[in-house]
């Protein structure tokens, strides 16, 4: 029983040493989604995205896993139009629907997310991201990067 107790009070302690790392890398995806999502044009959604969008950012912020941000991020992209993405989306699309339904880490959804981007076509995106993006971007790499 002793030792029992010994291995679950240092798995306690190693979840709360690692919770900063690895809660910090998912704020920081929420937020950048929410800023990406910020940017891109109301011309770039479906017209259903405005009846679903004040939801979609207080979901987005209240996700408290990987798995529930990229369905955020789905959910987003699936009401992006096509005209708003790359053409070579359409082949790389399934995979990347996939990747998000298996993601389980702050890192995996930040590549998907980057991904995203970077197949959304700059007429699709504010005037504004031209100067965010390099910064949006890092923020990203960092997590991907700290994982």
């Known amino acids: ?24 890398g998912l704020q920081t995806v929420k937020s950048a989604l ?3 999502e910020a940017n891109v044009k109301w011309a770039a959604v479906s017209g259903a995205w405005a009846g679903i969008r004040s939801t979609w950012i207080s979901s987005t912020r209240a996700a408290t896993a990987p798995k529930r941000v990229a369905r955020q991020l789905r959910m987003l992209e699936q009401n992006v139009k096509w005209s708003a993405v790359s053409a070579s989306w359409k082949n790389k699309r399934s995979g990347w629907i996939a990747r998000t339904r298996s993601a389980t880490t702050a890192r995996q959804v930040a590549q998907l997310l980057l991904s995203l981007e970077s197949n959304t076509k700059w007429s699709a995106v504010s005037g504004a991201w031209a100067g965010i993006r390099a910064g949006w971007i890092s923020r990203l790499r960092n997590v991907q990067d700290s994982m």
């Open 1 to 24: 029983m002793k030792k029992f107790m010994k291995v679950f009070v240092l798995i306690g302690v190693l979840l709360f040493l690692v919770q900063p790392i690895f809660g910090a």
């Open 34 to 36: 929410i800023r990406f």
